[in-house]
């Protein structure tokens, strides 16, 4: 199988896990609950860690953490992608 065909197969793994585990499971693995009085949400990115796949981000008051398979998806298609376009350059430098 080519490098193309297999990029394709990740990319669309990842779009499965991801899709399936945020549907299944919920986008949030959990939040704070902390009531904001008068305050105009200003969303951020507060913890990226590969090692555990997990993500948070704040919306100034609430931190809140995404499932661990989301991201899981999101590296395999960004796998998915970077195994195409090295099999796209290696088909095009035969030629």
Not at 8 to 33: M, Q, W
Request: glycine share 14%; with cysteine.
């Amino acid at each position: 199988m080519g490098l193309q065909r297999v990029g394709v197969l990740l990319i669309g793994c990842g779009l499965l896990v991801a899709t399936l585990s945020a549907v299944t499971l919920g986008a949030t693995a959990g939040s704070t609950d902390v009531r904001c009085v008068d305050h105009d949400p200003t969303y951020s990115l507060s913890e990226l860690d590969l090692a555990d796949l997990e993500v948070r981000y704040t919306n100034g008051c609430n931190t809140i953490s995404v499932q661990p398979l989301i991201p899981a998806g999101g590296g395999l298609v960004v796998l998915g992608t970077l195994v195409g376009v090295i099999g796209v350059g290696r088909q095009r430098h035969r030629r």
